[in-house]
Nanobody
């Protein structure tokens, strides 16, 4: 069984912080480019942040750069999205994805290409 299990979503007040995690099971995460994506009600899914296999190349959506931080711990087979200074417009279902092909972090975020996807976790930013 190849799985990508998300956790860490929830309700947070504007300006607050939240950390999302995705833990891989059944495959080795260091062979994959990783991305975080989100979809808000009535809107298209968008790439939030993506990171290369070794973590040397990182892409952020302009609206989250400086507030969000993507990281990976290949030894733990886990990836993270630290979200600070959250805004109501960050409210969405967030998905992690893994791509084992020949792709860059930027390309993965743009094309939204993934071989394995997490189940999604709801992030709600509201006072």
């Amino acid at each position: 069984q190849l799985q990508f299990v998300e956790s860490g979503g929830g309700l947070v007040r504007p300006g607050g912080s939240l950390r999302l995690s995705c833990a891989a099971s059944g495959f080795t995460l260091d062979d994959y480019v990783i991305g975080w994506f989100r979809q808000a009600p009535g809107k298209e899914r968008e790439g939030v942040s993506c990171i290369s296999k070794r973590g040397l190349a990182i892409h952020y959506k302009d609206s989250v750069e400086g507030r969000f931080t993507i990281s990976r711990d290949n030894a733990k087979n886990t990836v993270y999205l630290q979200m600070d200074s959250l805004k109501p417009e960050d409210t969405a279902i967030y998905y992690c994805a893994a791509n084992g092909g020949l792709t860059t972090a930027h390309s993965m975020c743009v094309t939204q290409s993934g071989d394995y996807w997490g189940q999604g976790t709801q992030v709600t930013v509201s006072s």
